[in-house]
């Protein structure tokens, strides 16, 4: 019983107490089963208590029936009734009571069992109602009165008695030192039989010097004062404390519990249940041995036995009994205590004279501790479990909290939404009212609202749930692209019961989607149309992709290259080469071709080589290499590549060898470029130029002018235009120039540039000036050479006046001859001016040819000789003739009228040019003028290849008049002697020897 | 036919020579006009007056190759001599095949230019009488109507009176009276003379 209570009050979660009833049940089972198989008429037993409700005492001591009766060969059907207390107490127990119970059980009973005087009391007066033959069988503690049970028949019954005198002797025995045992006792039945008992031991401790003190007609609280009282050295005995004077009753664990709080000292009692709680001990009776020895009576009495033949049982089972923990808790010395005692909790002594006792407790132990074990070890287990699930629970409340993705737990037609998480609203935008009511679908973008339906739909009829994609409008009116993922939740019956799932936001995921679908298009789209070939490799050189213009490059399909190794679109050198490049650069990451570019050979699928030019890039992604080559086939860009520089070439000799000064310049004036010649007509290095623009380089009074051309060149009002002007060379000097300038365009037609061709025009200047101061002489000589020309009129001027004197003399004879001498003096005299008139022509030319004055000065023959040749170089060329110059250097100069002079030269180098012409030869004239200085005289020599004088001319050569050519007349010559023989000279000619003629004159040295 | 009637025209730049010129040939006595320059000549010349002209070859303004080319033009018959000087033979060639009478280079003898101009001038009093015949007959030949000229046409053909009558569908009495008209009005005393009429006036104008 005590490990069952000490089960009970361990287990008081519900769970286990279900245990232990169930082991109860077990244990009392048999028992049931054989109380039901029995004749149960015949022994049906009534046991009544008084107490109104089973107090400690009564439930041992009907524990104690019980478990005789469970033992009994025949088995015996209890019936247990409790009499109000309260009710007897205050007044007769009513008739009532008695009817009740008779009307409750009409079949009568065998035998009537009351377990205290009280309930005795009531069977004897009501016997009759109940159960009028049954034979009653009682136990009580009060003594019997004598003739108390007189004229009552079939009655018999254990008899007991309190044993206080037996426990305050076990006091004195303990606690030898003790001056004063206060007694308790209550206005109970009990209490009051007590005192009585009391009065004989109080005298008889008296005589030992002992105080016993009888605490009784108390009010409970009355009772706590006295208790508060009492000396140090007392010993309370808890005798009864159920009923106060006032009648208030309480129960047994009740008074206890009231007396053990308000004193600590040691405490017996004379009732063994009163112990262990906080009672130290005493003398008790068992209720259970009193409850045994009724049931035995009355098993006798169902056996057969008359009760009246059975003698009261006397019981005098009294024990001392302690308990160990309030023997320890007051010190008291374990060797006082008698030997026979009973002491509770201290197992060995408890359980030695009980072995089997013992045995089977510890069996019982140990199978209840297994149990209790196992269920301490569930509960732990449980409880671990409930504190994980919580922590879990927590967690994944956080996790939801936190959670990136929206989480929902829907009901099972996804029409409600029982929870959302954060994430879920801040996805979707729904709101606290939108969760949970059906709002949410309202949300669902127009165009999905069908696909959702549909969706939903189909879940609900086949519970199959699909993974959907949809959108949702926000609050803000901004749509989100949401990825739904469910499971569904079901019942034990397999019902769904609701949806658990996630939302996951994948707008940014469509943007890039779309993102990169396009961006696959458009690379897709640039791959193909690209005009250059594309070829993506992978770290192992296998091609990845093989665009269009590749195909046509190499002349392969795509699907011919894909995943096979680049090196097919190799030529072998390259091929093996290809390897180690790639192979190095994975090894030591030293990049060679990627990020430039370079040309090598390509292999096209007929086997030809072709040039290209290739540029290799890297891509890194994800750790993965791959190489992106884009390659151009270059073959016709090389032809004209080559082409281009062999021009480019050919263009800056030209430039650089050109005789022109050439640069270009920018519209504003900065000048780009200039070939040598420039560099050397400005003094300027190139690197100095560059620095300089075109005004700075020009004189200041150029300026407005180049600005002007400049300007009309950028609004392309002028293509070109040449110009004078000057340029201020790097030395300061100024550098007279003729410019000729060009635009150049750009691309788009724009004026772009400026080409300057620049001609130094300071020799030309200088020879133009030198022509200024030889105008006057070379006119003078060009006079002369007309003079030949003019020798037709001349001659006409001489023919006038000779045939006019021809005639007038003809008329004169024949005016003589008619004898009209009138008219003669006339005739003459006209005769006569004329003839004088021809004179005067005569004189006019010789005058001419003279020169009144001579101008006299020093020359050097090779000057004059080289302005008279550029004179006649026109004619000679014209007529196919080489003029050829051998001068001697360092000429002596002559004393002479260089006009003349010139005027000679002139002659003779005409007369040949002339006479080449008339007689003209397959292989081409050739003049050679050569000048010499002889012995204090220079000496001109002309000598030309033509056909030389006629033999019969050679005599008359010098004489006016004589002359070989058609519009000559023949005063070339004799003017010309005339003049070198005027400056003491000497004009002679000669035939050559082959062919030709040579005229030579001289001239005296100064 | 008659020299007296006929004029030399004298064209020279230089007035000495055809002061000269002038005289000489007034020695001879011709008549002559002079003109210093070919402008000169052609603004007093009528254009049909006879004679000759000397003309020089070498002269400002117009030359003597000019003024022949003008008179050309102008279908004036004068007969041209020109003089030229010393080098001027190819113009003088040139002269000729344009049909100048001749050429004389200067100096010349006096009696050689008389010589060649009375040559031109009777070439061209001949050219002129001829000229004059002809204009003569072509008169009388328009007084004729168109049946006597019908009639002159076979006349001068040799076509007898009855054949002419049978040709033109008249009588041969009518054949005879325009006869009579022709023979009349072209005073023709002969058919000879009417035939040789026709010939002169078919002859080409010159």
């Known amino acids: 019983m005590n490990f069952s209570s000490a089960v009970l009050a361990i287990t008081t979660r519900s769970s286990l107490r279900a245990l232990c009833l169930l082991l109860l049940c077990l244990l009392c089972s048999s028992h049931s089963y054989a109380r039901e198989q029995a004749n149960l008429a015949s022994r049906d037993v009534l046991i009544l208590s008084s107490t109104q409700f089973p107090s400690e005492w009564t439930k041992q001591t009907i524990a104690g029936i019980q478990a005789e009766f469970d033992v009994a060969p025949r088995p015996v059907r209890p019936v247990y009734e409790y009499l109000d207390r309260s009710m007897f107490l205050n007044r007769t127990p009513a008739p009532e009571l008695a009817q009740a119970v008779k009307r409750k059980y009409q079949h009568g009973f065998a035998l009537l069992i009351a377990t205290d005087g009280d309930a005795l009391q009531f069977l004897i007066q009501h016997r009759a109602e109940i159960a009028p033959r049954a034979p009653i069988v009682f136990c009580r503690v009060r003594k019997l009165g004598k003739g108390e049970l007189q004229g009552i028949s079939a009655i018999t019954g254990v008899v007991d008695y309190i044993p206080i005198k037996e426990t305050l002797e076990l006091i004195k025995s303990v606690h030898p030192d003790v001056s004063n045992i206060a007694v308790v006792l209550d206005s109970s039945t009990v209490g009051i039989q007590l005192r009585k008992e009391l009065q004989g031991a109080k005298r008889a401790a008296a005589k030992e010097g002992l105080t016993i003190t009888a605490l009784d007609d108390w009010t409970f609280t009355e009772l706590d004062a006295a208790l508060n009282k009492l000396p140090a050295e007392s010993v309370v005995v808890l005798a009864s404390a159920v009923l106060d004077s006032s009648g208030e009753l309480r129960s047994l664990d009740e008074s206890i519990e009231f007396v053990t709080s308000r004193t600590t000292l040691p405490i017996y009692t004379v009732w063994d249940m009163s112990i262990q709680q906080g009672v130290l001990g005493g003398v008790v009776e068992t209720a259970a041995a009193r409850g045994r020895n009724t049931a035995r009576l009355a098993l006798r009495v169902l056996g057969g036995e008359s009760a009246d033949n059975i003698p009261l049982f006397l019981l005098n089972s009294h024990i001392p009994m302690f308990d160990y923990v309030a023997l320890k808790q007051h010190n008291v010395d374990l060797q006082a205590i008698p030997s026979g005692a009973a002491i509770l909790n201290k197992p060995p002594e408890y359980y030695q004279p009980n072995m089997l006792l013992v045995w089977l407790g510890s069996l019982l132990f140990v199978s209840q501790a297994a149990i209790i074990w196992s269920l301490i070890y569930n509960i732990r287990k449980r409880q671990r479990t409930e504190t994980e699930l919580r922590h879990s629970e927590q967690r994944y409340r956080t996790l939801t909290k936190l959670a990136p993705v929206g989480i929902f737990h829907a009901s099972a037609d996804a029409a409600t939404l029982h929870y959302v998480n954060d994430a879920f609203r801040s996805i979707t935008g729904l709101g606290e009212q939108d969760v949970i009511s059906e709002h949410w679908f309202a949300h669902v973008h127009p165009e999905d609202r069908s696909k959702v339906e549909q969706s939903v739909e189909k879940m609900r009829q086949t519970q199959v749930i699909e993974r959907s994609e949809q959108r949702f409008v926000r609050a803000d009116g901004s749509s989100a692209w949401i990825v739904a993922d469910a499971a569904a939740e079901y019942d034990d019956n397999g019902n769904m019961t609701g949806l658990i799932g996630t939302l996951t936001d994948i707008s940014e995921l469509k943007q890039i989607q779309a993102e990169l679908q396009r961006q696959q298009a458009y690379d897709a789209a640039v791959m193909n149309t690209a005009a250059e070939g594309i070829i993506i490799i992978d770290e192992h050189s296998t091609v990845v992709s093989f665009n269009r213009a590749a195909e046509n490059m190499f002349g392969y399909a795509a699907e011919e290259v894909i995943g096979n190794n680049l090196t097919m679109l190799m030529p072998s050198p390259y091929c093996d080469e290809h390897a180690k490049y790639v192979e190095r650069y994975l090894q030591t990451g030293e990049k060679r071709v990627i990020g430039t570019g370079r040309e090598i050979s390509g292999l096209h699928k007929n086997g030809e080589q072709f040039p290209m030019y290739l540029a290799l890039s890297e891509v890194n992604v994800n750790g993965e290499r791959s190489f992106t080559g884009i390659m151009r086939d270059v073959t016709k860009v090389k032809a004209v590549q080559e082409e281009l520089l062999l021009k480019n070439e050919q263009l800056e000799v030209l430039v650089n060898q050109a005789p022109l000064g050439i640069a270009s310049f920018r519209l504003s004036g900065e000048i780009l470029q200039a070939n040598r010649v420039f560099c050397e007509m400005t003094g300027y290095s190139l690197e100095e130029l560059e620095q300089l623009s075109m005004l700075e380089l020009s004189h200041p009074k150029d300026w407005k002018e180049i600005m002007q051309f400049t300007q009309a060149a950028a609004q392309g009002e002028i293509l070109h235009y040449r110009r004078r002007g000057r340029y201020i060379k790097k030395n300061g000097d100024e550098l007279q120039v003729e410019i000729f300038n060009a635009v150049t365009h750009d691309e788009w037609g724009r004026p772009h540039l400026l080409i300057a061709q620049v001609m130094d025009l300071t020799e030309q200047m200088l020879a133009e000036q030198m022509n200024q101061v030889n105008q006057e002489r070379l006119a003078q000589v060009g006079r002369l050479s007309v003079l030949g020309e003019m020798s037709a009129g001349i001659a006409h001027e001489i023919n006038q006046p000779l045939t006019a004197i021809s005639v007038y003399a003809d008329s004169g004879m024949r005016l003589l001859q008619a004898g009209k001498l009138e008219r003669l003096p006339d005739v003459l005299e006209k005769l006569a001016a004329q003839a004088r008139r021809a004179g005067g022509v005569i004189e006019r030319v010789q005058r001419l040819a003279r020169r009144q004055v001579p101008a006299r000065e020093t020359a050097d023959c090779n000057v004059l000789l080289s302005e008279v040749c550029k004179i006649i170089e026109k004619d000679a060329n014209m007529s196919n003739i080489e003029l050829t110059l051998d001068l001697q250097e360092n000429l002596p100069q002559v004393y002479c009228d260089a006009i003349q002079i010139q005027q000679v030269m002139l002659n003779l180098l005409r007369n040949s040019v002339d006479a080449i012409r008339q007689n003209p030869q397959s292989s081409g004239g050739e003049i050679t003028v050569v000048t010499e200085c002889f012995d204090q005289e220079v000496e001109v020599i002309v000598s030309d290849n033509g056909p030389g004088v006629d033999v019969e001319l050679i005599g008359a050569l010098f004489e006016p008049f004589a002359t070989t050519k058609i519009k000559g007349i023949g005063l070339g010559l004799p003017i010309s002697r005339a003049i070198i023989e005027a400056h003491d000279g000497e004009l002679r000619f000669s035939n050559n020897v082959d062919a030709g003629a040579t005229f030579c004159f001289t001239l005296p040295t100064i | 036919m008659d020299n007296t009637q006929q004029t030399i025209y004298i064209v020279d730049d230089d007035e000495a020579v055809l002061d000269a010129l002038a005289l000489l040939i007034d020695t ?179």
């Open chain 2, 28 to 206: 001879v006595g011709l008549r002559c006009q002079t003109f210093a320059s070919a402008l000169a000549f052609l603004a007093a010349y009528d254009g049909v007056s006879g004679g000759c002209l000397v003309l020089d070859i070498r002269m400002p303004g117009m030359s003597g190759l000019e003024l022949q080319e003008k008179l050309i033009e102008k279908h004036v018959l004068l007969p041209i001599i020109f003089i030229t000087g010393h080098g001027d033979i190819p113009m003088a060639v040139e002269a000729m095949r344009n049909g100048a009478h001749d050429f004389i280079r200067k100096p010349f003898r006096e009696q050689e230019l008389l010589d060649r101009i009375n040559e031109a001038l009777a070439m061209e009093s001949g050219i002129r009488h001829q000229q004059y015949e002809r204009s003569a007959i072509m008169i009388k030949l328009k007084t004729l109507t168109e049946r006597e000229h019908e009639v002159f046409q076979r006349i001068t053909a040799g076509e007898a009176n009855k054949v002419i009558a049978i040709e033109l569908n008249i009588s041969d009495r009518t054949v005879e009276v325009h006869r009579a008209h022709v023979m009349k009005k072209m005073a023709a005393k002969s058919l000879a003379q009417l035939v040789r009429m026709k010939l002169i006036a078919e002859l080409a104008p010159v």
